[in-house]
């Protein structure tokens, strides 16, 4: 999303100082020494996201009268320019338009030779293109490209002009102390700027997990499906089949729960829409919940001199954020070449081979002795350059990123020095963005659970098993309530009547502190109400009720009334004495004790009479 087409026009204004230079023979020099550039650009973004550029440059002669250049020309990594037109002081240009791989090559032929010591070639070439500003989902992103020689010129400055519909951007990379559109050479730098306009992304996903029970007897087996997080609002719309039941572990992560029978394969869909925000949410936790943060995992080697080193000299997120991008170079070779994980200790070893994993498990672990809680955060991370913004986590090319605890914000904090690493040093520190798509958390344990995408089995390795795509839907967030449980229950006279009812959520969100009405004219209390707690998305749950008890010789049913979620229903229990209830046991026992006692009235009998 926010600078998703961005990394792939670094080379933008790559220009090519290869001036023609007519100089009197024998002489010869090189062109790019010979004059100083200068550059002053303006992009104007129109409401559909069209943007006229105008860049106007200077190229001022620094030595000899004998020196002009006749001829000029520029890189362009944009993937769609139109309308192309050039002048300079003598009139229009006719620029020579060449599709490249890597976007579009302009040439121009001066009109008029500029000779002499600081005069100036002046001339300005405009174009339309629609890759500066692109709405994709629910956010406008404006992408401004950098500059790969700074050397090769002596002012580089960039105004941007923007609808006023757009609002105020949420964010501008990197981080500006107002909001002013004019950047110069050193803010463009490399990694270029980023503007973001909107309040939220949206993704609709398509998940499938693929699930075998090779076993001779049935299993129960689980999996992870995305969860809200302090980023992100998810809303379930289906999951197919439905799980047996939902849990939360540690992580917040939920989990969803099977049965298997022999040799069964099952596929399960998970259909639903997550919306992600900039600023995350506070989330209070206690030292001593935040103490499971900061333990030695497998991969996150705290234990170690090097890491414990590391550590006292980095003890700020912000300090080992900076650290592990200066030391680490990622490894394009080992996204498609299955290798192991290295780890912490294993990528400091070997720093030129590392992936999105070992940039992630090196800050979790020096984080983590360093005394700040940190976790792994596995999930779908929107790019449209691999090279710049790689993914490569797991066959559906997933993303891995860490995030660490704030004390003083009361927050988890996302980061993703991986990018920050690819992208020539855009900031991931200070503010993430709207591409990173949570799925799954890893703090208890560092390799489990799985990530959807994680889940295959043999035949479906190559099935794509992650849709998502940017959307503007409308979510009904409204839960579906049921109770389950309406059989008749049955309970003995002169006991307190204790029993439980099924609820379910049949999603699409988490729900607290829904309340469930029983009334019932003929059992006391007549009316009492019951918190149902926390209730997960298609999570079955146990709420208990209990009414006082009826007399011994009771044999009767009665209606429970029950309201939940603006529905009513009926429940019948019966209450029966025990004699009642259990007659055909009670009698069976009777009949077998009288059996008994006669046969040893016959036996004592016998003996009786032998004796005499």
Known sequence: MILATFMKKLSIFLVCLIFTIIIPPPQSVKAAENFVTDYDVKYTVKNDGVTRADMKVALTNSTSDYYYASSYKIEL???????????DLGGALKPVVEKTPNGYTLELVFNKKIVGVGNKQEFTITFDTSDVAQK????????????????????????????????????IKPEQTDEKLHFTKDELSKSGISLAYGSEQQYSFNLKYHLQNKNLFPIRTEIAIPTDTNYQDVFLTSIIPEPVSVKKDIDGNYLAEYELNPAQKLEVTVV?????????????????????????????????????????IHNTPESIYQYVIETLDYDFSRV?????RLGAVGVLEQPST??????????IAIARAAGIPAREVDGYAYTENSRQRPLSLVTDILHAWPEYYDRDKQTWIMIDPTWADTTNGVDYFHVLDFDHFAFIKKGESSSYPIPAGGYKIIGDKEKKDILIAASEIEINTENILQVRSLDTDSYIAGFPIEGSITIFNKGPDVLNNEEITLQSSDLTPSIQTIDTGELLPYQQKEVKFRYNKKSFLTNQSYDITMQLAGIEYRKKIKITPVFAKDWKIIGGVLGVVFTLTLLIVTIKTRRIRLSR
Not at 77 to 87: E, K, P, R
Not at 154 to 163: E, Q, T
Not at 336 to 340: A, D, I, L
């Open 136 to 171: 994709i989902g629910k956010i406008w992103e404006i992408n401004i490209p950098g500059i790969e020689d700074e050397k090769a010129f002596h002012s580089f400055n960039v105004n941007l002009i923007v609808p006023s519909g757009f609002g105020r951007p949420v964010y």
């Open 354 to 363: 590392a992936v999105c994993l070992e940039f992630t498990d090196l800050f």
């Open 336 to 340: 498609t070449n299955s290798t192991n």
């Open 77 to 87: 990594g944009f993937d769609d320019i139109s309308n192309v037109t050039a002048f």
């Open 272 to 312: 639903g829409v997550a919306n992600i925000f900039l600023t995350p949410r506070p989330e209070s936790i206690s030292d001593s919940q935040l103490a499971q943060f900061i333990k030695e995992k497998p991969y996150w080697q705290i234990s170690n001199n090097k890491i414990k080193e590391l550590a006292k």
